[in-house]
T-cell receptor
Framework: QQQVKQSPQSLIVQKGGISIINCAYE??????FPWYQQFPGKGPALLIA?????SEKKEGRFTISFNKSAKQFSLHIMDSQPGDSATYFC?????????????FGPGTRLSVLP | KAGVTQTPRYLIKTRGQQVTLSCSPI?????VSWYQQTPGQGLQFLFE???????NKGNFPGRFSGRQFSNSRSEMNVSTLELGDSALYLC?????????????FGPGTRLTVL
């Protein structure tokens, strides 16, 4: 119940295309859903995050769509660029004991072809 | 502002040894979390510290321990190393422990156990 499932495992997109990565969770106690981007040799960096009371959030070329009833959320990268080539992780967190415990998806390796 | 720093960046140990990893959070950040990242298991939460107190703990054996100092710097210790402990250990800091706080990750310490 603590798992976050993520698909696809890898994704190849042409420059200018749309990249879509999907995640699903089981535990309805999760109340914060961030997406992280990780380049080789670096730690993950927060891209965009959403709370369950919002169905969509957009920041630049990145959009999160959230479906609370289906317990699914997805990341859309519009106008994908070669510089977006990285590994993307979705995550879910619940607030407890005045702290947070993040559960991460297994990651999606995105390659954007020039 | 300087980011999260982790030392050392690379470490090679043998089975049975113990290791201590260090994390300096962003100035002003009081919450520090530790994660283990492996190709097989992905990113897994180890523990979170806030004001020198462990707030949350992941599902790892007691060989994994940590502490936080009054200046918010944190250390993680792994005793009796096993081959399976080879991983990238990531530290993340946030301003306060609580809901929806953005976590800033360090570059990680790459631990290899021979």
């Amino acid at each position: 119940q603590q798992q976050v499932k993520q698909s696809p495992q890898s994704l190849i997109v042409q420059k200018g295309g749309i990249s879509i990565i999907n995640c699903a969770y089981e535990n309805t106690a999760f109340d914060y859903f961030p997406w992280y981007q990780q380049f080789p040799g670096k730690g993950p960096a927060l891209l965009i995050a959403i709370r369950p009371d919002v169905s969509e959030k957009k920041e630049g070329r990145f959009t999160i769509s959230f479906n609370k009833s289906a317990k699914q959320f997805s990341l859309h990268i519009m106008d994908s660029q070669p510089g977006d080539s990285a590994t993307y992780f979705c995550a879910a967190s619940m607030t407890r004991n005045y702290g947070q415990n993040f559960v991460f998806g297994p990651g999606t390796r995105l390659s954007v072809l020039p | 502002k300087a980011g999260v720093t982790q030392t050392p960046r690379y470490l090679i140990k043998t089975r049975g040894q113990q290791v201590t990893l260090s994390c300096s959070p962003i100035s002003g950040h009081r919450s520090v979390s530790w994660y283990q990242q492996t190709p097989g298991q992905g990113l897994q939460f180890l523990f979170e510290y806030f004001s020198e107190t462990q707030r949350n703990k992941g599902n790892f054996p007691g060989r994994f321990s940590g502490r936080q100092f009054s200046n918010s710097r944190s250390e993680m210790n792994v005793s009796t190393l096993e081959l399976g402990d080879s991983a990238l250990y990531l530290c993340a800091s946030s301003f306060i422990a609580g809901s929806y706080n953005e976590q800033f990750f360090g570059p990680g310490t790459r631990l290899t156990v021979l």
